[in-house]
């Protein structure tokens, strides 16, 4: 079965800096996706990034980008310029599909905290 | 932009009570998924509909039952409430052809079993 693990509960960054998010996960597939959500006090998940595994470029999105090590199953989250607003729970996902049935395996998630 | 609703976005429950909660997905999303995250935890998988059938089932107890209707919503029925069942039930739906790669999520539903 697949598994996501995110080793730091808690991280803080002072804002405009920058911090990273760790992430690891083990499958048997070779073609998969890995995602960031983002879970403010609202509680909504929110898509910050997405990476298919096939791609060797790493995504980005603004002053998101990811950190993707596909030989070690490594897959991390880097915010630049960090600001008030990035203060979230921040969970990483990844898709496991199962005769065509697909699914979100999140990892334990990482509380970012962002001092002014 | 018409995103995914949940309702109701809070219900308060006694134990061994019965609680609905309903999900709409986007219009024309015709798969939705369900997820448990309880307090401090990370979401688990519960259920998945595709075209009104169920397409995965994960960590579901025997006491929660789920279907998909003809316009596509979904009904997340949880019977005899226990403690444990306060948690946070998140619904997501996605596109003909997208799967789970591109949902959208919905805000919730807290459920608080007392």
């Known amino acids: 079965a697949q598994t996501v693990t995110q080793s730091q509960p808690e991280m803080s960054v002072q804002e405009a800096e920058t911090v990273t998010l760790s992430c690891t996960y083990d499958?048997?597939?070779?073609?998969?996706?890995l995602f960031w959500y983002k879970q403010p006090p609202s509680r909504q998940m929110i898509l910050v990034i997405r990476?298919?595994?096939?791609?060797?470029q790493n995504a980005t999105e603004n002053r998101f980008s990811v950190n993707f090590q596909k030989a070690a199953k490594s897959f991390s989250l880097k915010i630049s310029d960090s600001q008030l607003g990035d203060a979230a729970m921040y969970f990483c996902?990844?898709?496991?599909?199962?005769?065509?049935?697909?699914?979100?395996?999140f990892g334990q998630g990482t509380r970012l905290t962002i001092n002014p | 932009a018409a995103g995914v609703i949940q309702s109701p976005r809070h219900l308060i429950k006694e134990k061994r009570e019965t609680a609905t909660l309903k999900c709409y997905p986007i219009?024309?999303?015709?798969?939705v998924y369900w997820y448990q995250q309880g307090p401090g935890q990370d979401p688990q998988f519960l259920i998945s509909?595709?075209?009104?059938?169920?397409?995965d089932k994960g960590s579901i107890p025997d006491r929660f039952s789920a279907q998909q209707f003809s316009d596509y919503h979904s009904e997340l029925n949880m019977s005899s409430l226990e403690l444990g069942d306060s948690a946070l039930y998140f619904c997501?739906?996605?596109?003909?052809?997208?799967?789970?790669?591109?949902?959208?999520f919905g805000q919730g539903t807290r459920l608080t079993v007392v």
């Open positions: 996902a990844y898709r496991s599909e199962i005769q065509g049935a697909q699914k979100l395996v």
């Open positions: 990476q298919e595994a096939y791609k060797q």
């Open positions: 997501a739906s996605s596109r003909p052809g997208q799967g789970i790669t591109e949902a959208f």
């Open positions: 499958t048997s597939e070779s073609d998969y996706y």
């Open positions: 509909f595709y075209e009104k059938m169920q397409s």
């Open positions: 219009p024309r999303h015709d798969t």
